[in-house]
């Protein structure tokens, strides 16, 4: 069992910074491809960014592209994603999400949350006009 636990959420500016963190549990975390993903109120769940467990390859959606970042510490188990040049349309919940079985590198799924197995409770990201 994987417990993920994000902080950095708060309340910010149009076009100010963030950095979500999101510290994992366990021994295995070198073992997993991590995702964020969030949920705006009345939207559905989308994904963010993540980053492969074998070469820590990076993916994002095109809304965040070129103004958030995700990386990895493996010594600290803990995953970022360090969100610049906020927008209102920004502010949701994230949550971080570990998938420890699916290949996503050779099945192109990291986008997908039906892949990850365990999830975060959530940390709420506000970005005012």
């Known amino acids: 069992q994987v417990q993920l636990v994000e902080s950095g959420g708060g309340l910010v500016q149009a076009g100010g910074s963030l950095r979500l963190s999101c510290a994992a549990s366990?021994?295995?975390?070198?073992?997993?491809?991590m995702g964020w993903f969030r949920q705006a109120p009345g939207k559905e769940r989308e994904f963010v960014a993540a980053i492969s467990r074998s070469d820590d390859s990076t993916y994002y959606a095109d809304s965040v592209k070129g103004r958030f970042t995700i990386s990895r510490d493996n010594t600290k188990n803990t995953v970022y994603l360090q969100m610049n040049s906020l927008k209102p349309e920004d502010t949701a919940v994230y949550y971080c999400a570990a998938n420890p079985r699916y290949y996503c590198s050779a099945y192109a799924c990291y986008d997908r949350a039906a892949v990850y197995d365990y999830w975060g409770q959530g940390t709420q990201v506000t970005v005012s006009s």
């Open positions: 366990g021994r295995t975390f070198i073992s997993y491809d």
